[in-house]
């Protein structure tokens, strides 16, 4: 029979609320014992009788997944693999503008494609996503990177540049692009026009100040082959903060989700305050 949270905390523990596992109460132990599988023999007041065939039965539910809280990274990661492997990898290089794989590297021997990103080159198979020295890349880029593989789309950029809320479905996310994208750069690099001038050089971006008007930098970053972000700046003055506007292709949906590319956006974030750190 499945222990639930209220079958371990009423049959199982001691109900004391002594604090010896670590935690403030019996039943927030049991939360954890039964939706992390955090090792009932944490508890040391747990009668041995009742110890080993407790953590049994919670053994087999743990099996079958039982009440176990979801690690939602890994599950979109798996998805997107899923979706990606029902298509042959040529098909994918000329779709995304990837290359063919290397004869050597981390992925020797694996069948492989080479695909830029940012400043980077990225090996990648039906199972993995590395740089060119083997690291692998974070569960949420490797996402996007098969989101990406999977989209279908195969239309070009058209340098036609738009505002995160003129594409559709983005009025839940125009908070977030501004909260963890906009205002970051802002605060990072208000005042300092110099300073973020040279944190998107690093970054790989390319000056296009003179196709705005009005503004202090402009650059666009080549995301993916068929892939760009463009930001504007414009630094503070006399009576006007700072501000800080990402443009996006107007292709980008053939090619990413809502979602990721929003990821984009707070990965370059990061790639421009840490580079200046």
């Known amino acids: 029979m499945a222990l639930s ?6 049959k199982i523990l001691a109900k004391t609320n002594c604090k010896d596992c670590g935690f403030p109460t019996c039943i927030a132990f049991a939360g954890m014992v039964v939706s992390e599988k955090l090792p009932l023999k944490n508890c040391p007041h ?27 990274a890994a599950e979109a990661l798996s998805l ?6 029902s298509m042959a990898l040529e098909d994918i290089a000329r779709r995304i503008g990837a290359g063919p794989g290397t004869h050597d590297g981390p992925l020797k021997g694996i ?6 990103y ?22 949420n ?23 995160f809320k003129e594409f559709p479905n983005t009025v839940s996310k ?12 802002k605060k990072a690099f208000s005042s300092r026009r110099q300073a973020f001038e040279i944190a998107c050089k690093k970054a790989g971006g390319t000056d296009v100040k003179d196709r705005y008007e009005s503004l202090d930098l402009a650059f ?7 892939i760009f972000i463009t930001l504007l700046f414009w630094d503070e003055s006399e009576g006007f903060e700072a501000n800080v506007k990402l443009l996006f292709d107007e292709t980008i949906l053939d090619h990413l989700d809502i979602e990721a590319t929003l990821f984009l956006s707070e990965h370059l974030c990061k790639l421009l305050k840490d580079s200046v750190t």
């Open 141 to 163: 880029e490797q996402t996007v990177v098969y989101i990406h593989m999977a989209s279908g789309g195969n239309t070009s950029p058209t340098g036609n540049m738009k505002s």
């Open 5 to 10: 949270v209220v079958d371990l905390y009423v």
């Open 220 to 226: 666009q970053f080549r995301i993916f082959p068929k």
């Open 46 to 72: 747990i009668d041995p009788d009742l110890l080993a065939p407790a953590q049994e039965e919670l053994n087999e539910q743990y099996a079958q997944g039982k009440w176990l809280k979801k690690d939602m």
């Open 111 to 116: 069948d492989h494609i080479v695909l830029p």
């Open 118 to 139: 940012f400043n980077q080159t990225l090996l990648i198979s039906k199972d993995r996503v590395t740089d060119q020295t083997g690291g692998d890349l974070t569960r």
């Open 174 to 185: 125009i908070v977030s692009m501004r909260d963890l994208v906009e205002t970051p750069l």
């Open 80 to 85: 997107a693999k899923e979706k990606a492997a």
